[in-house]
């Protein structure tokens, strides 16, 4: 079983920053992508940004130079260091990881219990 930990989220005014955390542990032989996605009421889940093993990234489109995420392979941790926030961005952020447990398992996908995220003056 893996388990994953997210904190970080929180009130910031428009324009502010902040900086979302992820950490999974448990059964773990490889983390192959990890990254964040978020909800908003209303509207679906969509990705905010995710990164690969070997550090490729791809982001959401409504990003546009804001956010950066990294992930410390070692650890099996993620940040996304979100700059320039908008109210838009209000939602809540989604940890989510893709794991090998073992060296012969197939891929599993594990998801956090989410941050809330409030943009707002």
């Known amino acids: 079983q893996v388990q994953v930990v997210e904190s970080g989220g929180g009130l910031v005014q428009p324009g502010g920053s902040l900086r979302l955390s992820c950490a999974a542990s448990?059964?773990?032989?490889?983390?192959?992508?990890i990254g964040w996605y978020r909800q908003a009421p209303g509207e679906q889940r969509e990705l905010v940004a995710v990164?690969?093993?070997?550090?490729?990234?791809n982001y959401g489109n409504f990003v546009k130079g804001r956010f950066t995420i990294s992930r410390d392979n070692a650890e099996n941790t993620v940040n996304l260091q979100m700059n320039s926030l908008k109210p838009e961005d209000t939602a809540v952020y989604y940890c989510?990881?893709?794991?090998?447990?073992?060296?012969?398992?197939?891929?599993?996908?594990?998801w956090g219990q989410g941050t809330q995220v409030t943009v707002s003056s």
């Open positions: 990164i690969t093993y070997s550090d490729n990234t």
């Open positions: 448990g059964s773990i032989f490889r983390v192959n992508e």
């Open positions: 989510n990881v893709d794991v090998t447990e073992t060296m012969y398992s197939d891929p599993a996908d594990y």
